[in-house]
């Protein structure tokens, strides 16, 4: 048979029955929609994690006191319990070869009031270097100076969140707040950043890290200190180098503190959400297990109801070939259709995804490749039977079937 007669024949064959067609290939839309849908989602979600991180500071390590111990996360076993880090390891840490500078940061949370508003949230002690390592900038006003920390001022820097909860639409800068019943006087105001991983700036207050340690927590050792590398590609080396320079700091032998890096941050997120995608696209795929048993189905009807058709195209020389060929190009027809039609839907989703600014999703080449490809191995191994048994009817006997 002439590869265009198979394909009106195909054609022919599939519109006698629109309805019974169009709902055979509706597990094959549906699966297929689902699968890119899916993996849509969690590229989109993988590249926003991947931007938050970044987004926290360049070539960033953050040391925490205490050990990270598995099943416990990153922030929760450093902050507050701990208190490995001092003062004395910030000069430590400067003093190693391709550090470009370090922020150490003590933080608690405290209730703010001001203007008759109040509010519960992260207060920060933190020295100048925290913009340039963390990647923030000031909207208005100035950031903590080193006059301020040697001083032990009551000065103080509002994230965005926070200026907008205790002063709505008014300008926050020269007013003065309530920490824990002492007095600050708001000298700036961050520009908003958003969504910026463990512990995002907008939602937090910035004081003198003097001040914090003396007069507000009254601690003197450090919750966490922030370290920004020079050059990216010396990233494992400058941990190394730290990890070190604080063993022989602490006259320890078993390290008691932690280094993670933005890698190690996101390589365990990047591997989590791989596994939740593989997960659900796994579970979307089982409608194309149904569809394709739905296409086998509808195509073993088929052959019963064309048994007289088969018989007399064999009867006039039709060979066992041409008729495997004509039903498993009907099923493979079904399913490319179906694939077609579930891509259209899948990329609709993701479009709706992205509309709504939940998440920006990516549909990738590979997942609509693969969507092609599985359908057309939907329609061959699920058609191949049907077809088969069609090509083995007995001409003789399927010209007698009633």
């Known amino acids: ?104 940061e003590v ?20 020295i100048p270097a925290y913009l340039n390592v963390h990647n923030i900038a000031i909207a208005n006003g100035s950031f903590i100076s080193e006059a301020n920390e040697r001083s032990i001022g009551r000065q103080a820097v509002l994230g965005a969140t926070v200026a907008t909860d205790l002063f709505a639409d008014e300008d926050p800068l020269g007013k003065t707040i309530r920490i824990n019943k ?66 022989n700091k602490h006259r320890v032998t078993e390290v008691d503190f932690s280094i993670i890096s933005q890698e190690d941050i996101l390589g365990t997120l990047t591997t989590v959400i791989d596994t939740f995608t593989l997960f659900l696209a796994a579970i979307a795929s ?29 009867a006039i020389g039709a060979k066992r070939k041409d008729i495997n060929i004509q039903f498993l190009s009907e099923a493979v027809m079904l399913t490319f259709i179906g694939g077609f039609f579930g891509i259209v839907l899948g990329w609709l989703i993701s479009f709706i995804v992205t509309s709504t600014g939940i998440l920006i999703t990516q549909v990738s080449l590979s997942s609509v490749l693969l969507a092609f490809g599985v359908s057309a191995g939907i329609g061959i191994i699920f058609g191949y039977y049907p077809a088969r048994r069609a090509g083995m009817l007995n001409p003789i006997d399927a010209l007698r079937y009633e």
């Open 286 to 314: 089982i409608s194309l297990l149904v569809g394709g048993i739905g296409i086998m189905n509808m195509m073993l009807t088929t052959v019963t109801e064309r048994t007289k058709e088969i018989g007399l195209r064999k």
């Open 1 to 104: 048979m002439k590869i265009i007669d198979i394909i009106n024949e195909t054609y022919s064959a599939l519109s006698s029955n629109k309805a019974r067609s169009g709902l055979t290939m509706l597990g094959i839309v549906i699966g297929i929609a689902s699968v890119i849908a899916m993996v849509s989602i969690g590229n989109g979600a993988k590249q926003s994690i991947q931007s938050s991180i970044e987004g926290l500071g360049s070539n960033l390590l953050t040391i925490l006191p205490g050990i990270v111990q598995p099943g416990r996360g990153i922030v929760s076993s450093g902050r507050g319990t701990a208190q490995t880090l001092k003062n004395e390891d910030i000069d430590v840490i400067k003093n190693i070869d391709g550090v470009a500078a370090v922020s150490p």
């Open 182 to 247: 002492i007095n600050f006087n708001v000298i700036g105001v961050l520009t908003a950043k958003g969504g910026a991983g463990f512990s995002g700036p907008d939602d937090m207050v910035f004081v003198p890290l003097s001040t914090m340690q003396k007069i507000l927590s009254g601690v003197d050792y450090l919750s966490m200190m922030a370290v920004s590398v020079a050059d990216k590609d010396n990233m494992a080396e400058v941990k190394d180098l730290a990890i070190n320079a604080l063993l």
């Open 107 to 126: 933080s608690r949370r405290f209730q703010i009031v001001a203007m008759g508003n109040n509010t519960n949230t992260t207060i920060t002690g933190a």
